[in-house]
Antibody, heavy 121, light 109 residues
Framework: QVQLVQSGAEVKKPGASVKVSCKAS????????MHWVRQAPGQGLEWMGW????????NYAQKFQGRVTMTRDTSISTAYMELSRLRSDDTAVYYC??????????????WGQGTLVTVSS | EIVLTQSPGTLSLSPGERATLSCRAS???????LAWYQQKPGQAPRLLIY???SRATGIPDRFSGSGSGTDFTLTISRLEPEDFAVYYC??????????FGQGTKLEIK
């Protein structure tokens, strides 16, 4: 079955960077866009951007441009999201989510289990 | 950017009752590219409905979606205990942006 397994929780200081991984299995990794969505404690969902694992092309939400970098390693079917210059309001659970269709439709299904990133001095 | 407003913020109902959740868009959502997700505490969201009215794989038929343009509705015909959760709508009509509503919490009365 399709599965996305994310890396473990992180604690970072303000100004640092964090890199979260998302390992995919059960399907052809390069065939589906991968998205990243975050959720601050007690808050709603916020889309951060996508990566096309086949080409490496990316599209970031305007809010995160300049601070986020999405990459992939096709040899191990893993996508990465790196967020730099962390602030306290970046404290959130970060999810990877695969596009539901092989054509890019921006529907998220399935999701990874989430990675809690805590930014604290 | 399309803004999605969900109402009510919290809905208190009993098992067996019918739930009606609303999602209103600030401008028309093209081709009914509107989805609904369910999120339970400590879990990732799960896709329920896409294309405004199509159920995702494995979703029970007590969940239904309707609407077009700027007004969309998620209906749960007879609430089961496992349906109490937070529900988000999402518009996905643009290839370069996505927005979610702020969520509706469905709680047991």
């Amino acid at each position: 079955q399709v599965q996305l397994v994310q890396s473990g929780a992180e604690v970072k200081k303000p100004g640092a960077s964090v890199k979260v991984s998302c390992k995919a299995s059960g399907y052809t990794f390069t065939g589906y866009y991968m998205h990243w969505v975050r959720q601050a404690p007690g808050q709603g969902l916020e889309w951060m951007g996508w990566i096309n694992p086949n080409s490496g092309g990316t599209n970031y939400a305007q809010k995160f441009q300049g601070r986020v970098t999405m990459t992939r390693d096709t040899s191990i079917s893993t996508a990465y999201m790196e967020l730099s210059r962390l602030r306290s309001d970046d404290t959130a659970v970060y999810y990877c989510a695969r596009d539901r269709e092989a054509v890019h439709v921006n529907l998220f299904d399935p999701w990874g289990q989430g990675t809690l990133v805590t930014v604290s001095s | 950017e399309i803004v999605l407003t969900q109402s009510p913020g919290t809905l208190s109902l009993s098992p067996g009752e019918r739930a009606t959740l609303s999602c209103r868009a600030s401008q028309s959502v093209s081709s009914s590219y509107l989805a609904w997700y369910q999120q339970k505490p400590g879990q990732a969201p799960r896709l329920l409905i896409y294309g405004a009215s199509s159920r995702a794989t494995g979703i029970p038929d007590r969940f239904s979606g309707s609407g077009s343009g700027t007004d969309f509705t998620l209906t749960i015909s007879r609430l089961e205990p496992e349906d109490f959760a937070v529900y988000y709508c999402q518009q996905y009509g643009s290839p370069t942006s996505n927005t979610f509503g702020q969520g509706t919490k469905l709680e047991i009365k």
